[in-house]
T-cell receptor, first 113, second 111 residues
Framework: DVKVTQSSRYLVKRTGEKVFLECVQDMDHENMFWYRQDPGLGLRLIYF???????EKGDIPEGYSVSREKKERFSLILESASTNQTSMYLCASSLGQGNQPQHFGDGTRLSIL | DQQVKQNSPSLSVQEGRISILNCDYTNSMFDYFLWYKKYPAEGPTFLISISSIKDKNEDGRFTVFLNKSAKHLSLHIVPSQPGDSAVYFC??????????FGSGTQLTVLP
């Protein structure tokens, strides 16, 4: 089974802090993704990566950056946290090209005070 | 501009009956469609998918139907069980490996 692990289940940070969310997958997947989930809005794509050191903007990249130094690890960075970034953050990975499902971690519930 | 829409935020069904969850899309470039189930405090779990070359795919109690001309897909769960109570998301993909998700439907199966 694919295992996608997010480093924290719950996180509380202050406005203006730099926040790091970590994600690790153990199935040698090429593709990794960061989403946020908000009520009534579904999952919205923040950033994704198809290879090491490669990144692409998703639908809502403003206020975020990412890092992929190793194939198995994909980090989401909130440069200067704001209250509107309070959300559930979900990491996913998938295999190669073509039609493959994405597999998700259990999410990080982030609160910015 | 929502390219994938789930117009029913919630659905209640009696145990043992059929649950039908619906999803509409607008982008004719989408050619791969998926359904995910999500319990509270967990990540979405992949349920079933369908390629645009097919109009039906079945896996146990779950069947997905695709109507390309109407840009509509549906998930049928038969028979529904209380453990099926969850939020269901449909998602769609085109030539890129990205998924576009709907807003979700909360299914409640009543015992």
């Amino acid at each position: 089974d694919v295992k996608v692990t997010q480093s924290s289940r719950y996180l509380v940070k202050r406005t203006g802090e730099k926040v790091f969310l970590e994600c690790v997958q153990d199935m040698d997947h090429e593709n990794m993704f960061w989403y946020r989930q908000d009520p009534g809005l579904g999952l919205r794509l923040i950033y994704f990566s198809y290879d090491v050191k490669m990144k692409e903007k998703g639908d809502i990249p403003e206020g975020y950056s990412v890092s992929r130094e190793k194939k198995e690890r994909f980090s989401l960075i909130l440069e200067s946290a704001s209250t509107n970034q309070t959300s559930m953050y979900l990491c996913a990975s998938s295999l190669g090209q073509g039609n493959q499902p994405q597999h998700f971690g259990d999410g990080t519930r982030l609160s910015i005070l | 501009d929502q390219q994938v829409k789930q117009n029913s935020p919630s659905l209640s069904v009696q145990e043992g009956r059929i649950s039908i969850l619906n999803c509409d899309y607008t982008n004719s470039m989408f050619d791969y469609f998926l359904w995910y189930k999500k319990y509270p405090a967990e990540g979405p779990t992949f349920l079933i998918s369908i390629s645009s070359i097919k109009d039906k795919n079945e896996d146990g109690r779950f069947t997905v139907f695709l109507n390309k001309s109407a840009k509509h897909l549906s998930l049928h769960i038969v028979p529904s069980q209380p453990g099926d109570s969850a939020v269901y998301f449909c998602a769609a993909a085109g030539s890129a490996r990205q998924l576009t998700f709907g807003s979700g439907t909360q299914l409640t199966v009543l015992p």
